[in-house]
T-cell receptor, first 116, second 109 residues
Framework: DTEVTQTPKHLVMGMTNKKSLKCEQH?????MYWYKQKAKKPPELMFV???????INESVPSRFSPECPNSSLLNLHLHALQPEDSALYLC???????????????FGPGTRLLVL | GQNIDQPTEMTATEGAIVQINCTYQ??????LFWYQQHAGEAPTFLSY??LDGLEEKGRFSSFLSRSKGYSYLLLKELQMKDSASYLC??????????WGAGTKLIIKP
């Protein structure tokens, strides 16, 4: 099973709403990632979790709040977003976040977010 | 600074061969990935090169020259389903992935 799943597939929310994006993998991967991707642009790294601990936060605004409840799940909590936050949000996972090894990242299908 | 260059768009004919180039200047190098991304979908892994040379995988091959800071992805026997964006990503000295902007490949019948 090399699948990363994400829900929902599409999300429309107002600027005052609170919503959450969910990501799940059952490959035993211990590194999980959140990316944001705008149209015709490459993915931009937002957060990295290694062994369920936040290891990288790429200066993301506090209206995005990640959470890793266990080794298989990754959430992204959204609050008071702006229209410019509309994008495809991608989750990825990789096997072992061991220093000196770059493991292949496997991506979920993404959540297409529209902020009105 | 870190920089990865790929052509923005390429067009090729079904059944032909196309080569997508990627040049990079990064702080350190720990490998290079190629990903395929269809419009509105997630990137899918194609190849990983860390040593110089050619890696062949079916219709797709990837080449790396570390001394030249250069890689290419070679697609043979092109099919319409190969129409997609192809992203080059380099692993820098901090083991961070630095992404190129991607090359949109258009296949014509």
């Amino acid at each position: 099973d090399t699948e990363v799943t994400q829900t929902p597939k599409h999300l429309v929310m107002g600027m005052t709403n609170k919503k959450s994006l969910k990501c799940e993998q059952h490959m035993g991967h211990r590194a999980m990632y959140w990316y944001k991707q705008k149209a015709k642009k490459p993915p931009e790294l937002m957060f990295v979790y290694s062994y369920e601990k936040l290891s990288i936060n790429e200066s993301v605004p506090s209206r995005f709040s990640p959470e890793c409840p266990n080794s298989s799940l990754l959430n992204l909590h959204l609050h008071a977003l702006q229209p410019e936050d509309s994008a495809l949000y991608l989750c990825a996972s990789s096997q072992s976040p061991i220093r000196g090894i770059q493991e292949t990242q496997y991506f979920g299908p993404g959540t297409r977010l529209l902020v009105l | 600074g870190q920089n990865i260059d790929q052509p923005t768009e390429m067009t090729a004919t079904e059944g032909a061969i196309v080569q997508i180039n990627c040049t990079y200047q990064t702080s350190g190098f720990n490998g290079l990935f190629w990903y395929q991304q269809h419009a509105g979908e997630a990137p899918t892994f194609l190849s990983y090169n860390v040593l110089d040379g050619l890696e062949e995988k079916g219709r797709f091959s990837s080449f790396l020259s570390r001394s030249k800071g250069y890689s290419y992805l070679l697609l043979k026997e092109l099919q319409m389903k190969d129409s997609a964006s192809y992203l080059c990503a380099v692993v820098d000295s901090n083991y961070q992935l630095i992404w190129g902007a991607g090359t949109k490949l258009i296949i014509k019948p």
